[in-house]
Structures are given as C-alpha cells and as structure tokens.
C-alpha cells in the first residue's frame, strides 16, 4: 500500500497538498468568516468560536490534522491510490470538507 517516499518527494507532496487545501478553503469563505494563515508547512485556520491546524511532519512523513471536532488526526500519503489517508482510510480532502462544512459552516 504505503511506498517509502524519500524527505524530498514527501516535503513536495505535503506543500503541494497544504497549499491545494489552502486554495479550496480560501475559495470557499465566501463570507470572509475565517482568517487563514500559512507558514513553513503549517495552515492554521481560525473563527471567532474554533481553531484548526493542518501540517506537514517530516519526522513522521505525514499530514497532521489538529480538529477541536476531532481532536488530532494523521494521514499518510499512499502512492498507489495517490491520496493522504488515515488508518482509517479516510482521505485527507474529504476529511477537511467535512469538517470545514461540520464546524465553519463552508462548502468545499
């Protein structure tokens, strides 16, 4: 399933994938409700009411999620199906749309 990913192509793939879901959430405040930041592969989110992170560990090669909704998440890039995914087998977008819908109240 997994494939090991050298430093380079893993800190390429979270960039890449940071700043994808950055762009789609950006695009969907469309009531400017959310102030959204992003600095050296961390995208921090926040309403009046919640808080939310996304970021890359290079460590662990993953994307962590930190959810007030669902507290901490991890995801791993699987390079046959080409996604970042949970143990659960929860992609990593669809995760974020659910939860952007759950707790800011934005359609991804």
Known sequence: MVKSLSISQFQNLACES???????????DY????????????????????????SKHD????????SPLSG????????DL?????EAGCNLVEFIKKEMHLLFNIVI
Request: hydrophobic share 45%; net charge negative; glycine share 2%.
């Open 18 to 28: 940071l700043n994808s879901l950055l762009f789609l959430i950006e695009n969907a």
């Open 31 to 54: 009531n400017n409700v959310l102030e959204c930041d992003s600095y050296e592969g961390l995208i921090k989110i926040a309403s009046e009411k919640n808080e939310y992170v996304i």
């Open 59 to 66: 460590f662990s090669m993953q994307i962590w999620v930190s």
């Open 72 to 79: 901490s998440v991890r995801f791993s890039y699987d390079s």
């Open 82 to 86: 080409k996604i970042w995914c949970n």
